[in-house]
């Protein structure tokens, strides 16, 4: 008779050979993972997620049913967003191609919206527009093949638009609610974050407006830029109690044609701005603020700019 074969004390069941895993998440970051991520809106750039568009914007003139502002040409979208992408290589940032797999939606390009970095990984946005839906597919599929964790997708009827959240400090995220984020998609997020030690406060949009993003822009630890009569009280308070001055738009006029408040903060003080904008390029620079200008008029008739056309996926002095 042939004997009996116990499995009891084998490494594979726990037994003296086995060797349990005491790393966190957090510091497999760049070991097991990619390295990514981000805890502030000011740090150096190092990675970007882009899109170049193509074939999409072809829209037969409805842009309405796009929800952009005006058919861009398709072949003066494409260049200027080539020229972005250089501007960031020449700025010494890593630029990485979405490449999407399948059909492409005409609004793919704006890689802002679809997910939000934390230190851990990415929270995948879940976009609020029927004309949207499913554009984070091809993120997901994107960030899986550069190695980038996926911590939190959203459920059930929550909305969030990763240029609705904005890092305030390493431990506070603020999270607009509005059109494009929901009470439910702003739960979901805040317990993705208070998982990290994160708190979120969330602040209410004025009606007619599209994103966080669209209203306040952080260029270092203890500066900011904001929209007067538009930008949320209670997000300039937090940032206040933080000890980050807030400063606002000196010519609304400009800044609503030119998208000039559309912008990356590529470093400290330091941003990427659309070109166009004389009286805005003056203020930053009278800020102490380092411009680097870049054509993105035709790509604006796509109801965003600079800063929605990019989503970054780390930030850091390492």
């Given at each position: 008779?042939?004997?009996?074969?116990?499995?009891?004390?084998?490494?594979?069941?726990?037994?003296?050979?086995?060797?349990?895993?005491?790393?966190?998440?957090?510091?497999?970051?760049?070991?097991?993972?990619?390295?990514?991520?981000?805890?502030?809106?000011?740090?150096?750039?190092?990675?970007?997620?882009?899109?170049?568009?193509?074939?999409?914007?072809?829209?037969?003139?409805?842009?309405?049913?796009?929800?952009?502002?005006?058919?861009?040409?398709?072949?003066?979208?494409?260049?200027?967003?080539?020229?972005?992408?250089?501007?960031?290589?020449?700025?010494?940032?890593?630029?990485?191609?979405?490449?999407?797999?399948?059909?492409?939606?005409?609004?793919?390009?704006?890689?802002?919206?679809?997910?939000?970095?934390?230190?851990?990984?990415?929270?995948?946005?879940?976009?609020?527009?029927?004309?949207?839906?499913?554009?984070?597919?091809?993120?997901?599929?994107?960030?899986?093949?550069?190695?980038?964790?996926?911590?939190?997708?959203?459920?059930?009827?929550?909305?969030?638009?990763?240029?609705?959240?904005?890092?305030?400090?390493?431990?506070?995220?603020?999270?607009?609610?509005?059109?494009?984020?929901?009470?439910?998609?702003?739960?979901?997020?805040?317990?993705?974050?208070?998982?990290?030690?994160?708190?979120?406060?969330?602040?209410?949009?004025?009606?007619?407006?599209?994103?966080?993003?669209?209203?306040?822009r952080i260029l270092?630890?203890?500066?900011?830029?904001?929209?007067?009569?538009?930008?949320?009280?209670?997000?300039?308070?937090?940032?206040?109690?933080?000890g980050c001055r807030?400063?606002?738009?000196?010519?609304?006029?400009?800044?609503?044609?030119?998208?000039?408040?559309?912008?990356?903060?590529?470093?400290?003080?330091?941003?990427?701005?659309?070109?166009?904008?004389?009286k805005t390029q003056?203020?930053?620079?009278?800020?102490?603020?380092?411009?680097?200008?870049?054509?993105?008029?035709?790509?604006?008739?796509?109801?965003?700019?600079?800063?929605?056309?990019?989503?970054?996926?780390?930030?850091?002095?390492?």
């Amino acid at each position: 008779m042939a004997a009996s074969h116990s499995t009891f004390g084998a490494a594979a069941y726990g037994g003296p050979g086995w060797s349990g895993r005491d790393t966190t998440l957090r510091q497999e970051i760049g070991s097991l993972w990619r390295a990514c991520g981000m805890s502030s809106e000011w740090e150096p750039l190092r990675e970007v997620l882009l899109h170049c568009p193509g074939p999409e914007l072809t829209l037969g003139g409805d842009a309405d049913a796009a929800q952009m502002l005006a058919p861009p040409d398709p072949a003066l979208a494409a260049a200027q967003h080539q020229a972005m992408a250089q501007a960031y290589r020449d700025a010494g940032i890593e630029v990485h191609d979405l490449a999407p797999g399948g059909p492409v939606r005409p609004n793919q390009m704006f890689l802002a919206d679809l997910f939000f970095m934390t230190p851990e990984g990415a929270i995948l946005a879940r976009p609020a527009s029927s004309v949207r839906a499913g554009e984070e597919v091809e993120v997901q599929r994107r960030l899986a093949a550069l190695g980038i964790p996926i911590v939190r997708t959203l459920r059930g009827g929550a909305t969030f638009e990763g240029a609705d959240a904005m890092w305030l400090d390493d431990e506070t995220v603020a999270i607009g609610r509005g059109p494009r984020t929901n009470d439910e998609g702003i739960e979901q997020v805040a317990d993705a974050l208070g998982d990290m030690g994160v708190d979120t406060i969330a602040v209410d949009l004025p009606f007619g407006t599209m994103h966080l993003m669209g209203m306040l822009r952080i260029l270092d630890r203890d500066l900011a830029i904001a929209w007067p009569r538009r930008t949320p009280h209670a997000a300039v308070e937090a940032l206040r109690a933080r000890g980050c001055r807030v400063e606002f738009l000196a010519d609304e006029s400009e800044a609503g044609a030119g998208s000039a408040l559309n912008i990356v903060t590529l470093g400290p003080r330091h941003v990427l701005i659309p070109a166009g904008n004389p009286k805005t390029q003056a203020f930053y620079e009278s800020l102490g603020v380092e411009c680097t200008a870049v054509e993105v008029g035709e790509l604006a008739k796509a109801a965003g700019a600079a800063g929605c056309l990019t989503g970054v996926l780390r930030r850091g002095t390492d």
